[in-house]
Nanobody, 120 residues
Framework: QLQLVESGGGLVQPGGSLRLSCAAS????????AGWYRQAPGREREGVSC????????KYANSVKGRFTISRDNDKNTVYLQMNNLKPEDTADYYC?????????????WGQGTQVTVSS
């Protein structure tokens, strides 16, 4: 089994930045595409971004394009989400996910989540 552990969430003012990290263990992480999802209270889980296993390809939701950047370091078994110019509507629990092979809308492995709150 692949284990995923998120970190880096917290409270930030509008316009601020945070970097989330997702540490993977248990299986060769370089074989897995990885993504970030978020869920606000009372709302469905929303796909934010994904990155291919090699890091050569990335995708973003329209709501975060130009503000968020996904990256990975397979030598460290870690995927990151750099979040800039944060807005109150970015407030949510953020989850890291992984799937064997390419990016997909179906993920086999999930982290426990980390909370992001954007408020003045």
């Amino acid at each position: 089994q692949l284990q995923l552990v998120e970190s880096g969430g917290g409270l930030v003012q509008p316009g601020g930045s945070l970097r989330l990290s997702c540490a993977a263990s248990g299986l060769p992480f370089e074989n897995f595409a990885a993504g970030w999802y978020r869920q606000a209270p009372g709302r469905e889980r929303e796909g934010v971004s994904c990155i291919s296993s090699s890091g050569d390809s990335t995708k973003y939701a329209n709501s975060v394009k130009g503000r968020f950047t996904i990256s990975r370091d397979n030598d460290k078994n870690t995927v990151y989400l750099q979040m800039n110019n944060l807005k109150p509507e970015d407030t949510a629990d953020y989850y890291c996910a992984a799937v064997y092979g390419p990016c997909s809308n179906y993920y086999d492995y999930w982290g426990q989540g980390t909370q992001v709150t954007v408020s003045s």
